[in-house]
């Protein structure tokens, strides 16, 4: 639910008062000029939050933002979210003015649990709108002691100010060709290494084209369906995923 009309939105807070929730801004922090990681503090003692599950935030009367917590403590009544503030849309507009003490309501996570459980070797494919969801997704693979590798692809200065975000991730210039250059990291990779991977679970996320092209070089190089997940956060010329 991207966009509706104020009083929609008013009526649904209402009817659905059990499933939102009032947050405060705990801290923020500019990891780069686009990327902001903000903490909230609330109280939502009953929720099992999933990683892969997305919050949705109404940043104005009529327009509504999901996104995807990078932590999450339902005891200490915590969460982090990392925001690519990507344009001048209401979304980007209101998480960059967003101040410690500032006071929100959040629809609480809702979705189903992404991480495959079983797998010993996963592996990240997106771009900057990405970087909470694999943070969730990284920790969740280094408790269980398995392992990860994958490729972000960003703009000339991402890759240069998005370094030391803790992921250990290749990162690739994005192109007109949308995953032009993350198909060619991916053809360079070890055999060695390959052998490995092939068999693990890959997640694909972010622009919409860039996921489609990525995904048929997988399927290309024998990658089953089931073993490739897939979520669009975004298109171009489209508002609002």
Same mark, same amino acid.
């Given at each position: 639910?991207?966009?509706a009309p104020k009083f929609i939105?008013?009526?649904?807070?209402?009817?659905?008062?059990?499933?939102?929730? =009032?947050?405060?801004?705990?801290?923020?922090?500019?990891?780069?000029? =686009?990327?902001?990681?903000?903490?909230?503090?609330? *109280?939502?003692? !009953?929720?099992?939050?999933k990683i892969g599950q997305a919050?949705?935030?109404? $940043?104005?009367?009529?327009?509504?933002?999901?996104?995807?917590?990078?932590?999450?403590?339902?005891?200490?009544? *915590?969460?982090?979210?990392?925001? #690519?503030? #990507?344009?001048?849309?209401?979304?980007?507009?209101?998480?960059?003015?967003?101040? *410690?003490?500032?006071?929100?309501?959040?629809? +609480?996570?809702?979705?189903?649990?992404?991480?495959?459980?079983?797998?010993? #070797?996963?592996?990240?494919?997106?771009?900057?709108?990405?970087?909470?969801?694999?943070?969730?997704? =990284?920790?969740? $693979?280094?408790?269980?002691? !398995?392992?990860?590798?994958?490729?972000?692809?960003?703009?000339?200065?991402?890759? %240069?100010?998005?370094?030391?975000?803790?992921?250990? +991730?290749?990162? $690739?210039?994005?192109?007109?060709?949308?995953?032009?250059?993350?198909?060619?990291?991916?053809?360079?990779?070890? $055999?060695?290494?390959?052998?490995?991977?092939?068999?693990?679970?890959f997640y694909l996320m972010g622009?919409?084209?860039?996921? %489609?092209?990525?995904?048929?070089?997988?399927?290309?190089?024998?990658?089953?369906?089931?073993?490739?997940?897939?979520?669009?956060?975004?298109?171009?010329? =489209?508002?609002?995923?």
């Open positions: 639910m991207p966009t939105g008013d009526f649904l807070e209402f009817a659905f008062s059990n499933r939102i929730c =009032k947050v405060s801004v705990v801290s923020t922090e500019m990891i780069s000029k =686009k990327v902001k990681a903000i903490i909230f503090k609330g *109280t939502f003692p !009953n929720v099992k939050f919050i949705i935030i109404r $940043v104005d009367n009529r327009n509504y933002r999901n996104y995807t917590p990078s932590k999450w403590d339902s005891e200490l009544g *915590t969460f982090e979210v990392i925001f #690519h503030i #990507h344009g001048n849309g209401p979304g980007s507009h209101f998480i960059n003015n967003l101040q *410690t003490g500032d006071q929100l309501t959040i629809g +609480l996570p809702r979705g189903f649990n992404i991480y495959k459980q079983e797998a010993k #070797h996963h592996f990240f494919f997106g771009d900057e709108t990405c970087i909470s969801v694999f943070k969730s997704l =990284k920790d969740k $693979v280094n408790g269980d002691e !398995n392992n990860y590798l994958g490729i972000l692809e960003m703009d000339d200065i991402s890759i %240069q100010e998005l370094k030391n975000t803790g992921l250990m +991730l290749d990162m $690739v210039p994005k192109s007109i060709n949308k995953a032009e250059y993350a198909i060619d990291s991916l053809r360079n990779l070890d $055999v060695k290494i390959w052998d490995l991977w092939k068999n693990g679970y622009n919409a084209k860039s996921i %489609q092209t990525f995904r048929k070089a997988l399927k290309e190089k024998g990658i089953q369906s089931n073993n490739i997940y897939t979520q669009p956060f975004w298109a171009d010329g =489209k508002v609002g995923l």
